[in-house]
């Protein structure tokens, strides 16, 4: 984890907003598990395990043909512009594929973190360059009692600091800025956990 300029703060709204955000990512990531075993038990598993998504604009398009020479099952059609299946919408097969994959979530995190006082992102304009985006990364401790914000470059500090200050005047969320060492020492002590869960079955 590259992480350059941290921040860290143990205010319920924050845990509670990041514990939400990792329920979504789970329910999203079990809906396409559960979509990619369906299909792949109607029509055949790839190779190592079920068949590939291809993800257009963040929401599921279609799955990936065993081959090129494959024919589209029943109820689907092969793109001509990506070259695999999407549910052909004229026939009562395809429109109930139609409906699980409209139903999946979109694969992209909806972030909206000003509401805790941290930016959604950062942008630095180097002169003679283009400007860059920098985006935050959350993390929640192992006891659950901490949200982290990290930055992948030291020179945001600054910026961070003064959005911060900016949507957080009066500190209510109370953010504060985290050393790089006791941030890597959070890191471990999660690896730590992890593997002791790992070898205990959990």
Known sequence: MNAQVIHQTKSPLAI??????????????????????DISAKYGEAPGG??????????????????????????????????????????????????RVDDLPSMKDEIDSVALG???????????????????????????DTVFVTWPERQLLGAVNEVIALLDPEGKVGWSEMSR??????????EAIAELEKQQGL
Request: charge should be negative; proline fraction near 6%.
């Open 118 to 144: 941290i930016p959604n992102s950062i942008t630095v304009q180097h002169e003679g360059g283009d400007p860059i985006q920098f985006n935050p990364t959350f993390h929640l401790s192992p006891q659950q």
């Open 181 to 190: 060492s006791a941030w890597y020492s959070v890191v471990e002590l999660g």
């Open 16 to 37: 509670d907003w990041l514990i939400g955000l990792h329920l979504e990512r789970q329910q999203r990531v079990e809906a396409l598990h559960a979509l990619a075993h």
């Open 50 to 99: 079920h068949r590939g998504f291809v993800v257009l604009h963040w929401l599921v398009g279609g799955f990936a043909p065993l081959s090129d020479d494959e024919a589209a099952p029943e109820g689907w059609l092969r793109s001509e512009s990506w070259g695999g299946f999407i549910p052909d919408v004229d026939t009562a097969e395809g429109r109930l594929w139609q409906t």
